[in-house]
């Protein structure tokens, strides 16, 4: 009777897990897209409802159906307009489709913070009733599931129909599968994909307020708990939304059911954490070990190929390194807070090796860093490891899990690498970084001879420096060529000979390395571990600052670290967050990003030169030429 | 003659789909041999069987008598075995030097870098080009670095994926000639191809594949005249 209750009881979180799984299937058949803001969406319109009926004390369902039925899609169509349109219309690759899904995830959660701050609310309006409805038995199960069941079945028939059994399903599949072509076959697509669009949003809207009933709503919480239960629609391989509902249910049920074991010791501390996590850990399992499941619509995740890797001038370095040491001329107040940016700059450097330089995307890098800060505090609380060994120590000891993880990047790209990445550092959070067992009554000493803040910040930035020349180093030379071949052409470039698999797993263990020696040192500049800086979300804010300032670009990575630290602390948190959002869905009109479009605008840009004139083939090249030329690309 | 690559029962398939069955063929060196078959019969996929990018369900692949069926493309690169593909592969964010120089020092000896790449440089009249940006240059130039970058290894195999694909009907006819000098060199030239003129110009050897199975094979000559062409292409050869 117990197992009979629990199960019922799970169906809440596999309806709208269900609900979001059926969302992301629709989004993605009918625009093309992967949307990462998919789960920010439907926090933001959850938000709005809350303001709406608890705030504004507007009736409940009026607001339902103007957040739901009206803001919502409105908010799909605005992102179509805007965004997603102009980059299919001009066949943008998916690594384009997936960071711009990423900067709407980025706008809405900054957007979250700035218009209602990050405490939790604890007081959603309750859409259904939750009194319990008795099916005999002693078995239980309370109405709001039964409402949620229907709107489950009623989401997943109504995306069945758009999508299988309308003339404006079949233009829809047509559009993504080639605009120009569906053009010239009179189909109005500005049209349909702003109605694809808006109803992956009203499904993203709808999953959202069901939601909020059952979480807190803070701009975290709902948009990471969307981005783990994505793991049904990744087991329904982007295509069937029945099996999308099925795993949604059981994963929901099963979840629900782990509440009946007890265990005690360290499978306890396990068990605990997968009562609330098992879907976290089932996108693990799924994408590790079915990453088939997961399409690809082109070959990589290519940020860079377009525009040349970015070489900071003198001019720029100076300036970065002037600005890297006023801090020491700030009050101890601002001192204190720029005492972090060292750190923070040293994991953003660690995204230009894996993501800049090598093409490879890396959502995961928070869950590094976090697992550097939580080493290096373990070995500097509990052992008598001196704090400076114990940065080092962080380093080396997080490598063997990049390699781990870059191990899966081998043979994977785009949303897949994606969804792989993000999915480690999601369980890194839930199952190392929230549990109290591995985090309470650590403290991050600092090393004895830079104790103070100004000796320290002065020591973390030639860390920083240290880190910079490990990835300068690994930009230039063999390495540096081979890599920018990956990043290329990863099919031209094993067939050049280049060994992909270890080039891919190196990058990765030096990205991963650095990563746990940045988390290190931005532990110890707080002196206390954070879990909330390490989370996977805030992973996400750091990838999309990185690509947004240029992902192949150092100095840019350094520059971005400190601009997120000081707009947040200038202004309120979340600044940097809608700022980045902002930018990152203008990065189609910034080719190589926001240092390289600045430094084209002051002339200083080393972009592709124009072909100079008098550049010419011998003679014996324009002959080979001549039989070889206008063949196809 | 040495066969430098060597197909033995090679199959392949994608789920119910038979691509290629049972596939023998020995490439010898200094020899161009063609793959020619209608659409479908399976060319591509045992292309990309020797090149490494497919693995076989069955059979094995020999470099130099040597057992690479489980070997990468890269691995198989290192071993002497460079392929050019039909769409322009470019490292496009490099130099032109530099594209050259990934297949020299990867899939090359690890000595005399800079002077392969110098005279490869030089053999396919890059030098002045060698310091511009590949995605700053023409598409002709382009498709003669990724044949300097795929001979800069000296490899013993060369695998040419449509060598005429995009080329008008002038531009066609003179690669013939670049394909003899290849093999003159010694190398094992291998080309899959729709131009059948160009083939029985070209080809020292010609193999026919239809429906996965090889129906003919031999000289030019020989396999024009061969009434399982005609068959395999369902139309008639001119002669």
Redesign the interface.
């Known amino acids: 009777m117990l197992a009979a209750n629990l199960a019922f009881a799970g169906l809440g979180i596999g309806c709208v897990a269900a609900l979001i799984g059926i969302g992301l299937i629709a989004t993605y058949r009918l625009t093309g897209v992967f949307n990462l803001g998919f789960g920010s969406i439907a926090m933001l319109v959850a938000y709005l409802l809350w303001q709406m009926v608890t705030q504004w004390h507007w009736p409940l369902w009026p607001s339902v159906l103007l957040a739901v039925f009206v803001i919502a899609p409105a908010i799909g169509w605005v992102l179509d307009a805007a965004v997603f349109r102009q980059l299919q219309r001009r066949g943008a690759s998916e690594a384009e489709r997936l960071v711009a899904g990423l900067g709407v995830l980025v706008l809405c959660v900054g957007i979250a913070y700035l218009a209602w701050g990050s405490n939790a609310r604890t007081n959603p309006p309750q859409l259904f009733p939750t009194t319990a409805v008795s099916l005999g038995g002693g078995v239980r199960i309370a109405s709001s599931v039964l409402y949620d069941l229907g709107a489950v079945l009623l989401a997943t028939v109504l995306t069945l129909v758009v999508t299988h059994a309308t003339r404006i399903g079949t233009s829809m599949r047509a559009v993504v599968n080639g605009r120009e072509l569906a053009e010239l076959a009179g189909v109005d697509t500005d049209a349909l994909s702003a109605t694809a669009a808006s109803f992956g949003s009203f499904l993203a809207g709808l999953a959202g307020v069901l939601l909020a009933t059952q979480l807190r709503l803070d701009p975290v919480q709902p948009t990471l708990v969307v981005l783990e239960t994505m793991v049904v629609a990744v087991i329904a391989g982007m295509s069937r939304p029945a099996v999308a509902v099925v795993a949604a249910l059981a994963i929901g049920v099963a979840q629900s059911e782990l509440t009946l074991l007890h265990w005690q010791g360290n499978a306890g501390v396990v068990l605990r954490a997968l009562q609330s996590n098992l879907f976290v850990v089932a996108l693990l399992i799924t994408v590790i070990a079915l990453p088939r499941l997961i399409p690809a619509r082109d070959g990589g995740m290519r940020f860079t190929t377009a525009v040349p890797t970015p070489r900071a001038s003198a001019g720029w370095t100076i300036t970065l390194i002037v600005l890297l040491l006023m801090p020491l001329g700030f009050s101890a107040a601002d001192l204190r807070t720029a005492l972090q940016l060292p750190g923070l700059a040293i994991i953003f450097v660690s995204l230009v090796a894996v993501s800049g330089l090598a093409g490879q995307i890396s959502l995961g890098q928070a869950g590094y860093a976090g697992l550097g800060a939580l080493v290096c505090a373990a070995l500097t609380t509990h052992g008598s490891v001196p704090a400076l060994v114990a940065i080092l120590l962080a380093g080396v000891l997080v490598t063997p899990v990049g390699v781990l993880t870059g191990w899966p990047a081998i043979r994977r790209h785009g949303i897949a690498l994606a969804i792989t990445t993000f999915a480690v550092g999601a369980v890194a959070s839930r199952f190392v970084f929230a549990q109290p067992v591995f985090t309470s009554d650590l403290r991050l000493r600092r090393p004895g001879v830079f104790a103070s803040d100004r000796t320290f910040y002065l020591f973390a930035l030639v860390v920083l420096g240290l880190a910079v020349l490990v990835v300068v180093a690994l930009r230039a030379g063999r390495t540096g060529r081979a890599l920018a071949a990956i990043r290329d052409d990863e099919d031209a470039a094993r067939a050049a000979g280049v060994n992909v698999s270890l080039r891919k797993i190196e990058v990765f263990a030096v990205a991963s390395l650095l990563a746990g020696v940045g988390g290190a040192l931005l532990g110890q500049a707080t002196q206390a571990f954070d879990a909330a800086t390490f989370d996977p979300v805030q992973g996400l804010l750091w990838f999309g600052a990185v690509v947004v300032f240029g992902s192949g670009d150092i100095a840019g990575a350094v520059l971005a670290a400190g601009l997120l630290l000081g707009i947040d602390s200038a202004t309120v948190p979340g600044a940097s967050a809608a700022l980045v959002g902002v930018l990152a869905l203008l990065l189609g009109r910034m080719p190589g990003g926001l240092m390289a479009t600045l430094r084209r605008g002051v002339g200083t840009a080393r972009s592709t030169p124009p072909p100079r004139p008098g550049l010419r083939l011998t003679p014996r090249g324009e002959q080979v030429a001549a039989v070889l030329r206008r063949s196809a690309t | 003659m040495t066969a430098a690559l060597e197909a033995r029962g090679i199959a392949r398939s994608y789920g119910g789909l038979v691509a290629v069955d049972g596939v023998d063929l020995t490439v010898p060196a200094g020899r161009v041999t063609a793959l020619i078959g209608p659409n479908g019969a399976g060319k591509s996929t045992l292309f990309a069987c020797l090149?490494?990018?497919l693995r076989p369900d069955r059979g094995r692949v020999l470099l130099d008598g040597h057992d690479v069926t489980r070997l990468?493309?890269?691995?198989r690169?290192?071993r002497g075995l460079?392929?050019?593909?039909?769409?322009?592969?470019?490292?496009?964010?490099?130099t032109v030097a530099?594209n050259v120089?990934?297949?020299a020092?990867?899939?090359?000896r690890p000595a005399d870098v800079d002077e392969r790449v110098a005279a490869m440089l030089?053999?396919?009249?890059?030098?002045?080009?060698a310091s511009?940006?590949a995605?700053?240059?023409?598409?002709?130039?382009l498709?003669?670095v990724?044949?300097a970058?795929?001979l800069a290894?000296q490899p013993r195999v060369v695998l040419l994926d449509e060598p005429?694909?995009?080329?008008?009907d002038e531009?066609a006819a003179?690669?013939p000639?670049?394909l003899r000098a290849m093999a003159n060199a010694g190398r094992a030239v291998v080309i899959v191809e729709h131009d059948l003129p160009l083939v029985f110009a070209a080809a020292d050897v010609v193999h026919v594949l239809a429906r996965g199975h090889i129906v003919a094979a031999g000289t030019p000559l020989q396999v024009r005249a061969d009434p399982a062409t005609a068959a395999a292409f369902a139309i008639g050869v001119q002669p």
């Open positions: 090149a490494g990018q990468s493309p890269d691995a690169a290192r460079a392929r050019t593909f039909q769409r322009l592969a470019i490292f496009g964010s490099l530099d120089r990934i297949g020092e990867n899939a090359g030089d053999l396919l009249g890059l030098a002045g080009v511009a940006r995605s700053a240059l023409p598409t002709g130039t498709r003669l990724e044949l970058r795929a290894g005429t694909s995009g080329l008008d531009q003179r690669v000639v670049a």
